[in-house]
């Protein structure tokens, strides 16, 4: 019984040693102060407890009143304890907040955050992120985009009585995603004197840390928007990405980071009626789908070939406005379709703050007018 006993004091005391001793380092952020505008390098100033003075001072960058850990800015062993923070790799114009956390022996004693907006002169503008959830075998895309042709993300807006409330979304366990693709889209305004870009991208926060995944030639000529997409392997459903670009300005220069893009993957959209090939003896037909998990409205589409064909021409749909609704009927007031095969989908959609962030396309189903 002593000998147990012995033992557990023994442990107790070990594990003590091992968690650390004493009170958490006392810690806080002394520069930049609350709702400061910050640009180029800045100094981000830490104070510590008279104990505590040779403790290690760790700086992230993070969401604004989020709870992930964020993104590493930089760490210091020194009083007083100065970091530098090269504010141009972070994103420009999004609300973040930064915080401290201090080490010693094993104890961590963490600061409350002050919130920060980033504001350089240099950063190009990111107009749109969207992230897609397509059907397999899709052909005829989009050359460049490698997307469904003819959907402009900048165009689509919800309809009369739709809200931004999206689908309730318990689970962020894919339900149908076999053999579909999954794949992102930047979309940024061109810069003035840019040769190219960066393209960047993000998976744990929006502070980052930012990979480059692409680095292409400025357009030739006039374009409204320069863009670029790309099919992803390493992600799936319910995965957020985040999105922003460079301007390459001459040999060794670069801007600082546009603002960043916050997508999410979701689900696969599905249809419910008419059936692959079903017979439509009217020519108007009514369409119906399911609701998706997190989205907030849905597109539909009656062609004339597969929808997403280049030169494919829509003979009924109600893009760019989103419908709440789960089923639509061919207009009365409408000419009913002629003798022939047509192609129909519907996708479902996500936006956050009035901007398109998902699209999740179905499969492509034909309906037959005799």
């Given at each position: 019984?002593?000998?147990?006993?012995?033992?557990?004091?023994?442990?107790?005391?070990?594990?003590?040693?091992?968690?650390?001793?004493?009170?958490?380092?006392?810690?806080?952020?002394?520069?930049?102060?609350?709702?400061?505008?910050?640009?180029?390098?800045?100094?981000?100033?830490?104070?510590?407890?008279e104990k505590d003075t040779n403790s290690e001072v760790r700086v992230y960058a993070r969401l604004r009143d989020s709870t992930e850990t964020g993104r590493l800015i930089g760490t210091v062993n020194t009083s007083p304890s100065i970091v530098s923070w090269n504010t141009t790799a972070m994103p420009n114009g999004d609300d973040l907040e930064i915080y401290a956390s201090?080490?010693?022996?094993?104890?961590?004693?963490?600061?409350?955050?002050?919130?920060?907006?980033?504001?350089?002169?240099?950063?190009?503008?990111?107009?749109?992120?969207?992230?897609?959830?397509?059907?397999?075998?899709?052909?005829?895309?989009?050359?460049?985009?490698?997307?469904?042709?003819?959907?402009?993300?900048?165009?689509?807006?919800?309809?009369?009585?739709?809200?931004?409330?999206?689908?309730?979304?318990?689970?962020?366990?894919?339900?149908?995603?076999?053999?579909?693709?999954?794949?992102?889209?930047?979309?940024?305004?061109?810069?003035?004197?840019?040769?190219?870009?960066?393209?960047?991208?993000?998976?744990?926060?929006?502070?980052?840390?930012?990979?480059?995944?692409?680095?292409?030639?400025?357009?030739?000529?006039?374009?409204?928007?320069?863009?670029?997409?790309?099919?992803?392997?390493?992600?799936?459903?319910?995965?957020?990405?985040?999105?922003?670009?460079?301007?390459?300005?001459?040999?060794?220069?670069?801007?600082?980071?546009?603002?960043?893009?916050?997508?999410?993957?979701?689900?696969?959209?599905?249809?419910?009626?008419?059936?692959?090939?079903?017979?439509?003896?009217?020519?108007?037909?009514?369409?119906?789908?399911?609701?998706?998990?997190?989205?907030?409205?849905?597109?539909?589409?009656?062609?004339?070939?597969?929808?997403?064909?280049?030169?494919?021409?829509?003979?009924?749909?109600?893009?760019?406005?989103?419908?709440?609704?789960?089923?639509?009927?061919?207009?009365?007031?409408?000419?009913?379709?002629?003798?022939?095969?047509?192609?129909?989908?519907?996708?479902?959609?996500?936006?956050?703050?009035?901007?398109?962030?998902?699209?999740?396309?179905?499969?492509?189903?034909?309906?037959?007018?005799?």
């Amino acid at each position: 019984m002593r000998c147990a006993l012995a033992a557990t004091l023994l442990l107790s005391l070990v594990l003590t040693a091992c968690q650390g001793d004493g009170p958490p380092p006392s810690v806080a952020l002394i520069t930049p102060t609350n709702d400061a505008t910050v640009s180029g390098t800045a100094a981000i100033q830490v104070t510590l407890g008279e104990k505590d003075t040779n403790s290690e001072v760790r700086v992230y960058a993070r969401l604004r009143d989020s709870t992930e850990t964020g993104r590493l800015i930089g760490t210091v062993n020194t009083s007083p304890s100065i970091v530098s923070w090269n504010t141009t790799a972070m994103p420009n114009g999004d609300d973040l907040e930064i915080y401290a956390s201090a080490t010693r022996s094993n104890v961590t004693g963490t600061s409350a955050p002050v919130r920060v907006r980033v504001q350089n002169a240099s950063a190009p503008t990111l107009a749109y992120l969207v992230a897609y959830n397509l059907p397999a075998g899709l052909t005829g895309l989009s050359v460049k985009a490698q997307l469904p042709a003819g959907v402009d993300p900048q165009a689509i807006r919800a309809g009369v009585g739709v809200t931004s409330t999206p689908e309730p979304q318990p689970s962020l366990k894919p339900q149908a995603t076999d053999g579909r693709q999954l794949a992102v889209e930047w979309a940024w305004n061109p810069a003035d004197g840019a040769s190219g870009y960066r393209v960047l991208q993000a998976s744990g926060s929006v502070a980052g840390p930012y990979e480059v995944v692409r680095s292409p030639a400025a357009s030739a000529g006039s374009v409204a928007l320069e863009k670029y997409s790309r099919l992803l392997s390493d992600v799936n459903v319910g995965d957020k990405i985040y999105g922003s670009v460079r301007s390459i300005l001459g040999v060794g220069t670069e801007s600082a980071m546009s603002n960043a893009g916050r997508a999410i993957f979701l689900d696969a959209q599905q249809v419910a009626s008419p059936a692959q090939n079903q017979v439509v003896p009217d020519g108007r037909p009514i369409l119906t789908w399911t609701a998706l998990s997190g989205a907030d409205g849905y597109l539909y589409f009656v062609c004339d070939r597969p929808c997403a064909e280049n030169g494919s021409k829509r003979l009924w749909t109600n893009y760019p406005y989103t419908t709440s609704s789960r089923s639509a009927a061919f207009p009365s007031a409408q000419a009913a379709l002629p003798k022939g095969t047509y192609h129909w989908w519907v996708a479902g959609t996500r936006s956050t703050g009035g901007k398109l962030v998902s699209l999740s396309y179905s499969e492509s189903r034909q309906l037959v007018v005799p």
